[in-house]
């Protein structure tokens, strides 16, 4: 089994910032891929961002493209998701992910596991 626990979401007016963080453990067996998902109120859950063991690959939806940047920290086994210049429909429930063959691309449509979720809401 893996454990994912994300953090730091929270409740911040539009163009604000907010970063996100996923701790990873359990049986992650390094190399793995990690990433984000969100579900707004009403909607499916959808792609956010990606990023392979390295760091050399990731993904980033288009709605996101320019404000959201991926990162990890190997050492710590955790991915964070810095978010900037927030908007209204940024607002969700952010998933943490993870694909242990390390397959960024393959996150991009799902995971092997899922966080408990953490809730951001961006007011106007």
């Known amino acids: 089994q893996v454990q994912l626990v994300e953090s730091g979401g929270g409740l911040v007016q539009v163009g604000g910032s907010l970063r996100l963080s996923c701790a990873a453990s359990?049986?992650?067996?390094?190399?793995?891929?990690m990433g984000w998902f969100r579900q707004a109120p009403g909607r499916e859950r959808e792609f956010v961002a990606a990023?392979?063991?390295?760091?050399?690959?990731?993904y980033y939806a288009n709605s996101v493209k320019g404000r959201f940047t991926i990162s990890r920290d190997n050492a710590q086994n955790t991915v964070y998701l810095q978010m900037n210049s927030l908007k209204p429909d940024d607002t969700a429930v952010y998933y943490c992910?993870?694909?242990?063959?390390?397959?960024?691309?393959?996150?991009?449509?799902?995971?092997?596991?899922w966080g408990q979720g953490t809730q951001v809401t961006v007011s106007s």
């Open positions: 990023i392979s063991w390295g760091g050399g690959t990731t």
């Open positions: 992910a993870i694909n242990r063959a390390d397959s960024a691309i393959s996150l991009t449509r799902d995971s092997d596991y």
């Open positions: 359990g049986r992650t067996f390094s190399p793995y891929a």
